[in-house]
């Protein structure tokens, strides 16, 4: 049988899902022995909640999101958790986790998503190493589509630049060190 990115287990055995279906229980202190203990349920976890959290933001936000967002996001979770090099984050304990690079790419593709008349497309995240505030610095490359017609170019890529700081500081606790946007596509919407 082929595996499928709906299968995709973590290094520990456990699948993305199992980890996903568990964060709320983890979160109100009901960890079983081995989410308790184990450091890649603990990034997967990490990664999820950010991840929720920003899903939280678009829902709050006036604007309809785009057909089948929940479904993308989860795609790209599964996708992308398992790939690319690992980033320390600070956390609110004074600790780090491990996230991947690909997990932060996640987050950055959604923030860029919710501006109006953008999809987001490839994210490259490059870890700069430790600044002299002793906090990972990263080099971001997003690419971008455009809807055509009512969505002017030169008025969207600067929010877009603006939601990204954003969220590479508040939601993820790094520092800025690059960041490129390439419109690489105009898209129209279908009927």
């Known amino acids: ?7 995709y287990m973590l290094p520990c055995g456990r699948s993305v899902e199992q980890v996903w279906e568990r964060l709320d229980a983890v979160e109100a202190g009901r960890a079983d022995d081995h989410e308790a203990s184990c450091s890649h349920c603990a990034a997967a976890r990490e990664s999820l909640l950010v991840l929720r959290s920003a ?22 979770v599964r996708a992308e958790v398992r790939r690319g090099r690992m980033v320390n984050l600070p956390t609110p304990n004074s600790g780090t986790i491990e996230v991947s690079e690909q997990a932060i790419a ?14 987001a497309r490839e994210c490259r995240v490059d870890d700069q190493g430790i600044g002299a505030d002793g906090r990972h610095t990263v080099s971001i490359s997003l690419s971008i589509a455009v809807r055509h017609g009512d969505t002017a170019v030169e008025q969207v890529v600067p929010l877009v630049r603006e939601r990204l700081r954003a969220a590479v500081a508040a939601r993820i606790g790094l520092v800025l060190d690059r960041l490129d946007v390439a419109v690489v596509d105009i898209y129209q919407e279908e009927s």
């Open 106 to 119: 996640v987050v950055l593709r959604y923030a860029a998503d919710t501006v109006p008349g953008v999809r």
């Open 55 to 76: 899903t939280r933001e678009l829902v709050d936000e006036p604007d309809p999101p785009p057909p089948a967002m929940a479904g993308r996001i989860m795609s790209a």
């Open 1 to 7: 049988m082929e595996k499928t990115d709906s299968d």
